[in-house]
């Protein structure tokens, strides 16, 4: 059997692209989860990983959907490998139990931990350097700009908070904790 796995690393992100290379692939079975990489509990890489036997093929796109670093892709490859399972990544090709496949695990491994790492220093360097910044404000960006908050709670007081959510679109939420904000 043909089994497929496919992650993203947060819920925003889409699985579309790597199931459909997976469905490409023949895959009888696909796994797939939005999950990020850093936690080691991914349930539906467990299900697969316990679900594969001998001669059967586990199919990833890419190795960091598979393994959060070296360490980890390594351990689970290898036990696969004992397992007599094969390993083809779609961007690599067939993984395979020889000192040269091995060799060349490591080594992509190895590339895609660093990759990741980058992106997490050059993410950091970014933060930090905007925390600089006297407007800083740590979070997501308001919703509603200042402006319409302060036409909502002029609102509120000739219309219900039912009434002004409906004119403004504006929650009720929003216009409790603003006009919190207000009196404050």
């Known amino acids: 059997m043909k089994y497929g796995y496919a992650r993203v690393s947060t819920v925003s992100q889409d699985l579309e692209v790597q199931i459909k290379a997976l469905e490409k692939e023949n895959c009888d ?5 939005k999950f990020t990489g850093t936690k080691a509990d991914r ?3 467990k299900i697969a990983l316990f679900k594969l036997k ?6 990833v796109t890419k190795l960091d959907r598979l393994a959060r670093n070296t360490v980890e892709g390594i351990e689970i490859i290898k036990e696969l490998f004992s397992r007599g399972v094969k390993v083809h990544v779609l961007n690599v090709g067939l993984l395979e139990d020889t000192t040269m496949g091995r060799f060349f695990l490591t080594t992509l491994l190895a590339v895609a931990e660093m990759e990741r790492n980058l992106i997490v220093e050059r993410t950091q360097e970014g933060k930090a350097i905007a925390k600089q910044r006297e407007d800083f404000r740590e979070g997501r960006p308001n919703k509603y ?3 319409q908050i302060e036409h909502a709670l002029e609102l509120l007081r000739d219309h219900s908070y039912k009434q002004v959510e409906e004119i ?3 929650s009720k939420s929003t216009l409790i904790r ?3 904000k207000a009196t404050n």
């Open 29 to 33: 079975e696909i796994f797939s989860e």
């Open 43 to 45: 349930p539906k890489l």
């Open 54 to 59: 001998m001669g059967d093929t586990l199919v």
């Open 145 to 147: 700009s200042k402006k």
């Open 168 to 170: 403004t679109g504006i």
């Open 178 to 180: 603003a006009k919190k």
